[in-house]
């Protein structure tokens, strides 16, 4: 990334992006009016998070204004429909107990459930409805897949990924391989980024690669990486992998589902997992998901469970497995049915929104705005000092809706502090990532700018003490 301010422009309007009122202006013209759709956590609620155990300040003119948001990348926003979502989905528990399972009032009987959101996910990743299984959690997927797509033969065993991925992801690995008997040493192989490097470029994958392929057995990554926010080419690392004879590759999407558009079925990913809680909204914790391309429709799971039986004759309780077309029979367990509402209800929001496309449009102009202000605002010249972090992101299209600010003191933990106090919401990484995300679902561009200006008066606030 440029570390100069990038030109921001649009066609209509006489203010100067500098100014507030270019960014009201901004949303104004934006074709996304999701926002109102959200409930955003008020600034008292956020202040009182800057000091815990004290006793409430007195209330400020502004404690009931929205606080500015900006940690979707960690935990989206509650959307108001999954509120309703659920309360219809407790009232018919209430009222019909077990006849849920196959009587429901709004014809989604629990039985398949997970049906509706399947459908609407399936445009949010590239893949067929069939590809798609909605359930779990992230880490026991990432396991689940493993365990079907990962069987080490003496020529075949490695593992290629990156250093520095999610730990549970890194911790995922060296379970597997040590579950087959195998040592980590000999098995995983890390990218890294090149010397001075702040991300990992496609060179130095495809290396990895050239490197290992005849001995790999799985190449895995984060199709974008959760701190610094980098979107990885996963179209060319899949056919560069599978050039190189690697049988399969796969990705975690927990930073990218709902953020950037996906094509895993045309880039011929073989697998790939997520969590529903970030960019999809679905809530904390919520039902995850697994991604199986129709190629691999022979890759036999490594564990099975009753819910992957097929659903015509499951309830016939033979006791032999019958797999269950596509990426369902991976699947173990009835699915929480409130999680799973609540994920289509969240669903639903995209597709009022005009789906991804449409917000990742409005995404790359926020980020880009984001970006901008932040230069500007910090520039490099200033009196008394250098600019006080760097952005560690790469430059669009390599980036999604995240920009991470590496502080170059550190302190991370004191400054989220005093953005609490300001009624501002980020997500820090100790011991110097800032992670900033502006969700178009409910982010504005006057968001970013009121964001920009309260870590201005943040920082220069903290210069003078
Ligand atoms: C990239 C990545 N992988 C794995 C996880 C772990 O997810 P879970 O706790 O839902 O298994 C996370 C959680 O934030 C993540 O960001």
């Avoid at 018919?92 to 429901?104: A, D, I, K, N, P």
């Avoid at 909605?134 to 033969?153: E, Q, W």
């Amino acid at each position: 990334m440029t570390d100069s301010p990038t030109a921001f422009f649009t066609a209509s309007t006489h203010e100067r992006p500098s100014e507030r009122a270019y960014a009201v202006n901004l949303d104004s013209q934006s074709p996304l009016k999701t926002r109102s759709l959200f409930q955003i956590p008020d600034r008292a609620t956020v202040r009182s998070a800057a000091r815990p155990t004290q006793p409430p300040h007195p209330t400020l003119a502004d404690d009931t204004e929205p606080s500015l948001y900006f940690a979707g990348n960690s935990l989206g926003l509650l959307p108001l429909p999954v509120q309703t979502a659920l309360h219809t989905e407790l009232q018919t528990w209430g009222q019909r107990g077990v006849l849920g399972h196959f009587s429901h009032p709004s014809h989604h009987p629990w039985v398949t459930v997970d049906d509706n959101a399947r459908h609407l996910l399936s445009p949010l990743l590239g893949s067929l409805p069939s590809e798609t299984a909605i359930m779990g959690s992230l880490t026991s997927n990432i396991h689940l897949l493993f365990a079907g797509f990962y069987k080490p033969t003496p020529q075949r065993f490695k593992i290629i990924m990156e250093k520095g991925a999610f730990p549970s992801d890194r911790y995922a690995m060296l379970s597997q391989i040590e579950h087959h008997g195998l040592n980590p040493v000999d098995v995983l192989v890390e990218v890294t980024p090149a010397p001075g490097e702040k991300t990992i470029s496609l060179d130095q994958i495809k290396r990895a690669i050239d490197h290992h392929a005849n001995e790999t057995a799985v190449v895995f990554f984060g199709g974008v990486q959760y701190l610094t926010g980098q979107v990885l080419d996963m179209a060319s690392i899949t056919a560069y992998a599978k050039h190189k004879g690697v049988p399969y590759v796969g990705f975690d999407l927990a930073h990218a589902v709902g953020n950037i558009p996906l094509e895993l079925h045309a880039w011929n990913v073989d697998f790939a997992a997520w969590c529903s809680y970030k960019y999809l909204n679905a809530g904390p914790g919520g039902i995850a998901g697994i991604f199986v391309h129709e190629a691999n429709k022979d890759v036999t799971p490594g564990f099975r469970g009753w819910w992957g039986h097929e659903t015509g004759t499951r309830f016939e309780m033979t006791g032999e497995f019958v797999g269950e077309e596509g990426a369902g029979k991976w699947r173990l367990s009835n699915p929480s049915v409130v999680d799973v509402v609540a994920l289509e209800a969240s669903l639903r929001v995209f597709k009022e929104a005009g789906g991804i496309q449409t917000v990742r449009e409005v995404g790359k102009r926020l980020t880009a705005y984001l970006e901008h202000l932040l230069l500007t605002r910090f520039p490099v010249e200033e009196e008394g000092g250098e600019r006080p972090f760097e952005i560690v992101t790469p430059e669009a299209p390599w980036r999604g809706q995240q920009l991470s600010l590496r502080w170059k003191e550190g302190g991370v933990e004191e400054l989220e502090k005093r953005l609490f106090r300001e009624g501002v919401v980020v997500d820090t990484r100790r011991p110097d990532v800032v992670r900033v995300s502006p969700a178009p679902l409910y982010n504005s561009f006057a968001d970013v700018w009121d964001f920009v200006d309260a870590l201005k008066k943040v920082v220069d606030a903290e210069k003078k003490q």
